[in-house]
């Protein structure tokens, strides 16, 4: 089975540019989180989603970041205008439904998003 | 230049002895603790949990401690190989969701 899958893999852009990453979770799963690791913060959860339907984006960092989810197998993370702050890896994680496994989230590999 | 960034704590152990590394958590709430590990380039992938009222469980090479009393979680490697070099990340899941806190990480290097 193929894993939680993003893309880009790698993004470089300007500064004010609008930036779109990607998601597809793992088949199945009811929950869909998206991370943003950095140095200097290590691995911040910025907002999860229950079957489509956002449960918490208080990890959200601004008005600038906003995310959706138009289904069960995708999701975007939208930050715009970018800012270098901005600069980090983003991961997408899913999750099957509460259960004994529940808790456990599959990471996808990550976009490294680098703004100039 | 960059800032000064996340310094991570480092273990380093000798291939085949068994490595112990620690985590304090802060929220009384958490109804799940869970261990990560993150390899260089990739992204954190499951290891082993524990329900909070439990104190131990073990798995495949690992076992995990819970000492709610003092808010430590720690993770045990027997045998400790060169595939286990990477960051370890305990994480804690509040409880009435899924909102999951990662800690800081700490690396683990494995000498041959």
């Known amino acids: 089975d193929a894993g939680v899958i993003q893309s880009p893999r790698h993004e470089v852009t300007e500064m004010g540019q609008e930036v779109t990453l990607r998601c597809k979770p793992i088949?199945?799963?009811?929950?869909l989180f998206w991370y943003r690791q950095t140095m200097m913060r290590g691995l911040e959860l910025l907002i999860y989603?229950?079957?489509?339907?956002?449960?918490?984006d208080s990890g959200m960092p601004e008005d600038r970041f906003s995310a959706k989810m138009p289904n069960a197998s995708f999701s975007t993370l939208k930050i715009q205008p970018s800012e270098p702050r901005d600069s980090a890896v983003y991961f997408c994680?899913?999750?099957?439904?509460?259960?004994?496994?529940?808790?456990?989230?599959?990471f996808g590999p990550g976009t490294r998003l680098t703004v100039l | 230049g960059e800032s000064v960034g996340l310094h991570l704590p480092t273990l380093s152990v000798q291939e085949g002895d068994n490595s112990i590394i620690n985590c304090a958590y802060s929220?009384?709430?958490?109804?799940?603790f869970i261990w990560y590990k993150q390899e260089s380039g990739k992204g954190p992938q499951f290891i082993i949990d524990?329900?909070?009222?439990?104190d131990k469980r073990q798995g495949q090479r690992v076992t995990v401690l819970l000492n709610k009393t003092v808010k430590h979680l720690s993770l045990q490697i027997a045998a400790t190989q060169p595939g286990d070099s990477a960051v370890y990340f305990c994480?804690?899941?509040?409880?009435?969701?899924?909102?999951?806190?990662f800690g800081a990480g700490t690396r683990l290097f494995v000498k041959a």
């Open positions: 989603f229950n079957n489509n339907v956002p449960i918490d």
């Open positions: 088949s199945g799963h009811d929950y």
């Open positions: 929220n009384s709430a958490s109804d799940y």
């Open positions: 524990i329900r909070s009222n439990m």
């Open positions: 994680a899913s999750s099957p439904i509460a259960g004994p496994a529940g808790h456990e989230q599959f």
């Open positions: 994480a804690e899941k509040l409880g009435g969701g899924f909102k999951t806190i």
